[in-house]
């Protein structure tokens, strides 16, 4: 089983930029799906954007496209997420995921192991 773990959050003004990085221990990281989803207080959890073990497949929700992008280091079992053009609605708890598939999704019911989550708050 992959142990993810989340990192890279914070508090940045509205406009600016973070990276969150996933980092896998465990299996090999390279063979799965990893998605990066989010949750506000009161809200459901939205998948946020997605790639295939080769990157061959990437998934952003309309929301982020345009201004999130996703990549992957197989050499160090690292998924990142770079974020500019923060908006407020951006706030929320940041979770990485295995995919159960080896095409890329939204939805949470495809994904299995999570991390813990890292706290990004967009705020002036």
């Known amino acids: 089983q992959v142990q993810l773990v989340e990192s890279g959050g914070g508090l940045v003004q509205p406009g600016g930029s973070l990276r969150l990085s996933c980092v896998a221990s465990?299996?090999?990281?390279?063979?799965?799906?990893i998605g990066w989803f989010r949750q506000a207080p009161g809200k459901e959890r939205e998948g946020v954007s997605c790639?295939?073990?080769?990157?061959?497949?990437?998934y952003y929700a309309d929301s982020v496209k345009g201004r999130f992008t996703i990549s992957r280091d197989n050499s160090k079992s690292t998924v990142y997420l770079q974020m500019n053009s923060l908006k407020s609605d951006d706030t929320a708890v940041y979770y990485c995921?295995?995919?159960?598939?080896?095409?890329?999704?939204?939805?949470?019911?495809?994904?299995?192991?999570w991390g813990q989550g890292t706290q990004v708050t967009v705020s002036s």
């Open positions: 995921a295995t995919g159960r598939w080896a095409f890329c999704s939204g939805r949470a019911r495809d994904f299995g192991s």
């Open positions: 465990g299996r090999v990281m390279d063979f799965y799906t």
């Open positions: 790639i295939s073990s080769r990157s061959s497949d990437t």
